[in-house]
């Protein structure tokens, strides 16, 4: 089974049409009777025909275009039953967060949520988010982080946003399971570190088309560190599609050839496009 940790439920049209920085309100898409506007499910089921499932990501962060709430997620999840799972998404400081994700999971189905705390402007090692981990613990679903830079969050706190900075949450909450999103760009080693030090943290590949060289060495530092089988396959769809993603994957293989530099195997690569993700997630 092939599963997309990374999707964004925008139209890739929008994307193409306007650019990465496009203005675009997704709400605009979901109807009064909780249907969808016309080609909008169709769209998305297009660009996710290569996978078996898509996870779908809220992101409550108001500022930015990528903004998707809860019950729009919710509702593109029961549009589409068989392929998208979709994650919540609560802001950490909104007093309602804990209460919000709840009514997320319980109410919505919501199977999951995001987090970032370069576009949420919070600091994820501070006490003041703890009631938040702990609803999630006792909810028994995983995080997914944006960590690492963000080309939109102009003013957001990029010291906030190294991996480094999830290390003691990881130690206070060992039963949370977390994904580590675009190999936090710029910091992939330090990423796998953190990867190779907690057994519940994972590392998804989204947003790597473009940078090749990048990708090459994460993976490198990944075989060096044997911990390849916690890389996590993901698009970032619209931005890029899970065969745009597979490709450029499949490509890293030639970087080395005529070289001294270190091979890849086709078995690590498939074995990140291939990865029971659902089963480690446990949901
Ligand atoms: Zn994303």
Redesign the pocket.
Known sequence: MIVDV???PHRRSVKITQGHYGKYNLETELLPDGTFQEGFVEEFLNGMAMVDKAIV?A?AAPPYW?TANNEFVSALAKRCPDKVIGFASVNPNSPTAVPDLERAVRTLGLRGVKLSPIYQNFEPDSRAVYPLYEKIRELGVPIIW?QGTSLMARFGPLEAAHPVRLDRVLRDFPEIKMIL??LCYPWATEAIVMARKHPQLYVDV??MVERPWFVYNAIVAAMEYGVTDKLLFAS?YP?YTPDETRDALYALIEIPKGTGLPRLSMDVLEGIVNRDVLGILGI
């Open positions: 990374h999707t964004h990501l992101v990528i944006h999103s675009h989204s947003a970032d931005w």
